[in-house]
């Protein structure tokens, strides 16, 4: 079977053990998300299954949505709610919802982040998270997020030292270090306190399926009924549809010059009477030729 699958990731599972009872359901090894979960946050995982597993790239690196809660007066070693208390400070006078979003605004568009240092990011050879356990400290490498929105959901508390956020990011991007971060401009040591996936890959909760419903299905023998087709997950590439001479070419990879009427987007991908052929791109050393990058035989 091949397709993709969006599921609603539970709390307390790790994404890699979602692959694995993935892999336990459809009977295959060839399985992959698209883009890790803490344990702790549920929300819209996207997996590949089968032949879907060669477009993992192209999907792990498209836009997510969140529903983040930012906690004010608690920083924690993990910057979530799950991790020992560093630093306190008591909220006297809660911000305005004024100066909360004035502080937002400066978080809007393309950032720097420093990762958690519990966090999967490998520098020499091994994650941060092991560095941390070991209580060993290392230079942490900053990058380079975008955020595309960012703004603050009503809330019927009384005060804003809790609030939440809705937030759309580029792949890569830490909620964790932003709600510290967010709170360090409003002030006050903060951590994230509750996360929620709503959207990744074009996909979201409505298209989602439990791996309650999955097991079901194992039961009655019909599990590949909810896999998508891999185009699915393709949607946000253009398309270039070629003819039957050139389709064939394209099934043996060769590469070929510009066309004329270029795709909008680079990679794109190549379709023969409805058929997904392969993935193409501009040759990186001679933009007047296109590459695969993906072929699907």
């Given at each position: 079977m091949n397709g993709i699958l969006p599921l609603w990731k539970p709390k307390g599972m790790t994404s890699h053990d979602c692959v694995m009872k993935i892999r336990k359901i459809f009977k295959t090894r060839k399985v992959g998300h698209t883009g890790?979960?803490?344990?702790?946050?549920?929300?819209?995982?996207?997996?590949?299954?089968?032949?879907?597993?060669?477009?993992?790239?192209?999907l792990t690196a498209m836009d997510k949505?969140?529903?983040?809660?930012?906690?004010?007066?608690?920083?924690?070693?993990?910057?979530?709610?799950?991790?020992?208390?560093?630093?306190?400070?008591?909220?006297?006078?809660?911000?305005?919802?004024?100066?909360?979003?004035?502080?937002?605004?400066?978080?809007?568009?393309?950032?720097?982040?420093?990762?958690?240092m519990y966090s999967a990011v490998k520098v020499g050879g091994k994650r941060l998270y092991e560095y941390a356990r070991a209580n060993e400290y290392v230079e942490r490498p900053t990058r380079q997020v975008t955020i595309y929105e960012l703004r603050q959901l009503k809330?019927?508390?009384?005060?804003?030292?809790?609030?939440?956020?809705?937030?759309?990011?580029?792949?890569?991007?830490?909620?964790?270090?932003?709600?510290?971060?967010?709170?360090?401009?409003?002030?006050?040591?903060?951590?994230?306190?509750?996360?929620?996936?709503?959207?990744?890959?074009?996909?979201?909760?409505?298209?989602?399926?439990?791996?309650?419903e999955l097991e079901k299905a194992m039961d009655m023998n019909n599990v590949g009924d909810f896999l998508l087709p891999m185009t699915?997950?393709?949607?946000?590439?253009?398309?270039?549809?070629?003819?039957?001479?050139?389709?064939?070419?394209?099934?043996h990879g060769q590469k070929f010059a510009r066309p004329d009427k270029y795709p909008t987007t680079n990679p794109f991908t190549i379709f023969y009477d409805q058929q997904l052929l392969a993935i193409y791109e501009i040759h990186p050393d001679n933009p007047n030729e296109i590459k695969p990058v993906r072929v699907f035989n």
């Open positions: 890790t979960l803490d344990p702790e946050v549920e929300g819209v995982l996207v997996i590949c299954v089968g032949q879907a597993t060669k477009i993992v790239p192209f949505t969140y529903i983040a809660e930012c906690s004010l007066g608690q920083s924690t070693e993990t910057e979530d709610a799950y991790g020992v208390v560093v630093e306190e400070e008591e909220i006297t006078n809660p911000p305005s919802d004024k100066e909360i979003e004035n502080v937002l605004k400066h978080f809007k568009g393309e950032i720097s982040q420093t990762p958690p809330s019927k508390s009384k005060n804003n030292q809790k609030f939440k956020l809705k937030v759309v990011c580029s792949a890569g991007t830490y909620m964790r270090t932003l709600c510290v971060d967010i709170g360090k401009q409003l002030g006050y040591p903060a951590h994230m306190s509750h996360l929620v996936r709503t959207e990744s890959c074009t996909f979201t909760k409505d298209d989602t399926v439990t791996l309650e699915e997950g393709l949607r946000h590439l253009d398309t270039l549809q070629v003819n039957e001479n050139i389709a064939e070419k394209v099934l």
